[in-house]
């Protein structure tokens, strides 16, 4: 039976015993730091790699590490941030460089394997690895370079903590995601929002040039081939090719970060509409400075509004909302590194399903459901729904025709999250998380975010990628024609 969790219970899991989280399923210190650790303190020689068959270069264990299930090593190394997912690949291939990457590759094709990439180890479901296969993990690949103009060179295995420590120094942003262990690599190449993203557009639109090694293992450039890097913004997780490297513009760090926490208790479906509504209201007139989120969680309801310039008349401008709230707290002028960090959650990895709950136009898109939604996200303590909002910059036509990211001119994005601490309440919630999943499929809600992927989403290839589907498969068709990169929603030939 699952446990029925107090407030401070629910909190106390979560992490939210200090701060508000926007993105609640920002939690943890991802497994890359304890790979990292792990591997540091056992960088022997009997990793040395064989030559892989069909392979020229010679590489040895500063290039790669190529774990097998019997090495002490790959337990550490196979850990993902969702304990809900297991998978035991043949091979881990820790690549420290290209070149290892190079034969990581060469050695699945020679021994007929499909391979996964694993960066940041967040994938919601688990994409970034398989069974029986080859893992290539570069988690490790964190060179971050800075090149003339504030543009800046990133290997994949960067977290977003990390990038904020080597940026902030220097005054200088890059707008992604809020939590801190979240890899660069994955966030970009599905899309990458948060608290910047209405002023500069996704992680992706701040891309300006990638490196990848290909199914030939062949290190391919986007400066080669523009549809590369379009078929990058938003449809490049795992499926042409493993990035080594990303070319960044960056921008002015704002000093200052405002942020409103809102707290709604004892909710009940009419407050539920009523809150929803205002909240909808209140978003859709934000400057592009601003972000928001409503976030559900059982009986309570938490609405944060951020702003990172001083806004004339905001607290006005969400008056409508803050004059249904149980309580508002601001905090006001607070430095914008300090505050970033409030956000980037707590050691993990967890049990969780997280989900798109899908991309929605405005409030009637949930409103027509009300009723259900609300008694099933109170009636399963560990459900919860939130809604954030995009727009902004994002919907830019040119930014548009110059990325796969299909789904600009909707403007808030849904998240369905559950989470637990035993394995055994794992049915219970994912069964309610599935019914509310059907909910917005009856209600008509087909578009979702490729970063916030599920399984059971029928017509993924539509929902994540909407009408540039077939143009992605061309670009898969180039750089790995016989489906080398696969996982359950990569992109087929
Ligand atoms: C706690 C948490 C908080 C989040 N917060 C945000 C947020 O604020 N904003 C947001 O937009 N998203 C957010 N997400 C979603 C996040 O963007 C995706 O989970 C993202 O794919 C994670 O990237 P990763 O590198 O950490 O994960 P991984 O599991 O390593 O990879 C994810 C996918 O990208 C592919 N991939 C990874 N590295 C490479 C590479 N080098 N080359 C080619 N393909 C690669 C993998 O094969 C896999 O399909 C969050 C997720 C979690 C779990």
Request: aromatic share 12%; proline share 4%; glycine share 10%.
């Amino acid at each position: 039976m699952s446990k029925t969790y107090t407030k401070r219970e629910f909190l106390k899991m979560m992490g939210l015993g200090l701060a508000f989280l926007p993105f609640m399923s920002c939690f943890s210190q991802s497994s890359s730091d304890s790979e990292q650790s792990a591997e540091a303190g056992q960088k022997k020689k009997e990793g040395k790699p064989e030559e892989a068959k069909g392979s020229e270069s010679k590489v040895s264990d500063e290039d790669i590490l190529l774990l097998t299930r019997d090495d002490q090593r790959y337990a550490g190394f196979n850990m993902a941030f969702n304990k809900r997912i297991k998978h035991l690949p043949k091979y881990i291939a820790v690549c420290r460089t290209e070149k290892g990457v190079q034969y990581a590759i060469q050695k699945a094709k020679a021994e007929s394997l499909k391979v996964a990439v694993k960066s940041g180890g967040h994938s919601f479901e688990g994409f970034s690895s398989n069974d029986g296969g080859m893992v290539v993990n570069v988690s490790l690949m964190k060179k971050i370079s800075w090149l003339d103009n504030g543009e800046v060179l990133m290997q994949p295995g960067c977290l977003l903590q990390e990038i904020q420590g080597a940026l902030f120094p220097r005054k200088r942003l890059l707008p992604s995601g809020s939590c801190g262990t979240v890899g660069i690599a994955g966030l970009t190449l599905g899309g990458g929002y948060g608290f910047f993203s209405r002023k500069y557009g996704l992680t992706c639109d701040s891309l300006l040039e990638l490196t990848l090694v290909d199914a030939d293992g062949n290190v391919r450039s986007t400066k080669d081939d523009k549809e590369l890097l379009w078929a990058c913004k938003g449809g490049g997780n795992g499926n042409f090719g493993v990035v080594t490297s990303f070319r960044f513009k960056t921008y002015d760090m704002p000093p200052t970060f405002d942020s409103y926490v809102l707290k709604f208790r004892n909710m009940n479906v009419e407050r539920f509409a009523s809150s929803l509504s205002a909240w909808f209201d209140v978003s859709g007139q934000l400057p592009e400075e601003a972000f928001a989120a409503y976030v559900l969680n059982g009986k309570t309801l938490t609405v944060l509004i951020t702003a990172y310039k001083s806004i004339a008349g905001f607290a006005d401008r969400i008056a409508p909302l803050t004059a249904l709230a149980d309580s508002t707290s601001p905090t006001l002028n607070a430095d914008l590194p300090k505050a970033m960090k409030r956000y980037y959650g707590r050691k993990g990895p967890i049990y969780f399903k997280n989900a798109s709950s899908g991309l929605y136009k405005g409030k009637d898109d949930i409103l027509q459901m009300k009723d259900e939604l609300f008694n099933l996200v109170a009636g399963h303590p560990g459900i919860v729904f939130q809604v954030n909002t995009l727009g902004g910059r994002i919907a830019d036509a040119d930014l548009e025709n110059a990325s796969s990211y299909p789904h600009r001119q909707l403007p808030y994005l849904g998240e369905l999250q559950a989470y637990w601490e035993q394995e055994s309440q794992e049915a219970g919630l994912v069964k309610a998380f599935e019914e509310i999943q059907t909910l917005f499929h009856n209600a008509g809600i087909k578009a979702h975010y490729r970063n916030y992927p599920d399984i059971n989403f029928k017509d993924w290839e539509k929902a994540y990628y909407g009408d540039n589907y077939s143009r992605l498969q061309e670009v898969k068709r180039k750089y790995d024609k016989d489906d080398l990169f696969h996982y359950p929603q990569s992109i087929r030939v």
